[in-house]
């Protein structure tokens, strides 16, 4: 399986954007690139995914680079609810149907008042 | 529409023992993974279920089973517990017909062994 690498912890101030980095040198031209996040005593919960262009959804926005090796997840205005581990994980599209995820150790978001 | 839904919350047994936890899918979900989470090894997968037939196994020795009913509700079973049991387990449900449907997770079964 391609590999991530995100920075154990980030912290940001209230009503700021807040940009989380995922380096994928090994992505592979079948891999999506896919963001989770858990908050505190909840299981994992879905946030966005994409493949080459940049997302957008009423949660967040991914950016990812022109040659697919590092992505960005912004939240646009923090609020201290999106203090949670974000968990940045591919997925290839070879592996049809197959649900297992792969989550490495995240981001730990933590949102300053 | 509701959420997956795992029962019980928290449970304690001793070593030893054995136990099942319960997962309900979102309706219309055929496709039920579990997750252990513990805090030195994280989130790894165990082994997921589609149409009542186990498609996907991690790395976990045999005492860890599943089964996934007609209704798409699955049970996980643990025998033989051992202390390193200890953590949270995790469900989630998805379409499963396609590479990119977002797995919906419950809240999870906190198990502590004794």
């Known amino acids: 399986d391609a590999k991530t690498t995100q920075p154990n912890s980030m912290e940001s101030n209230e009503e700021e954007p807040v940009h989380l980095p995922c380096n994928h040198s090994t992505i592979s031209g079948t891999d999506y690139i896919h963001w989770y996040r858990q908050l505190p005593s909840q299981g994992p919960e879905y946030v966005i995914h994409?493949?080459?262009s940049n997302v957008n959804n009423r949660m967040a926005s991914l950016a990812i680079a022109e040659d697919r090796k590092s992505s960005t997840l912004i939240l646009h205005r923090a609020t201290l609810r999106d203090a949670a581990v974000y968990y940045c994980?591919?997925?290839?599209?070879?592996?049809?149907?197959?649900?297992?995820?792969?989550f490495g150790t995240g981001t730990r978001l933590t949102i300053i008042p | 529409k509701a959420g997956v839904t795992q029962t019980p919350r928290y449970l304690i047994k001793t070593r030893g023992q054995q136990v099942t936890l319960s997962c309900s899918p979102i309706?219309?979900?055929?496709?039920v993974s579990w997750y252990q989470q513990t805090p030195g090894q994280g989130l790894q997968f165990l082994f997921e279920?589609?149409?009542?037939?186990?498609?996907n196994k991690g790395n976990f020795p045999g005492r860890f089973s599943g089964r996934q009913f007609s209704n798409s509700r699955s049970e996980m079973n643990v025998s033989t517990l051992e202390l390193g049991d200890s953590a949270l387990y995790l469900c989630?449900?998805?379409?499963?017909?396609?590479?990119?449907?977002?797995?919906?997770f419950g809240n999870g079964t906190r198990l502590t062994v004794t």
């Open positions: 989630a449900s998805s379409l499963g017909g396609s590479y990119n449907s977002p797995l919906h």
């Open positions: 309706s219309g979900h055929r496709s």
């Open positions: 994409g493949l080459t």
């Open positions: 279920y589609f149409s009542e037939t186990q498609r």
């Open positions: 994980i591919l997925r290839d599209v070879r592996d049809f149907g197959n649900e297992k995820l792969t």
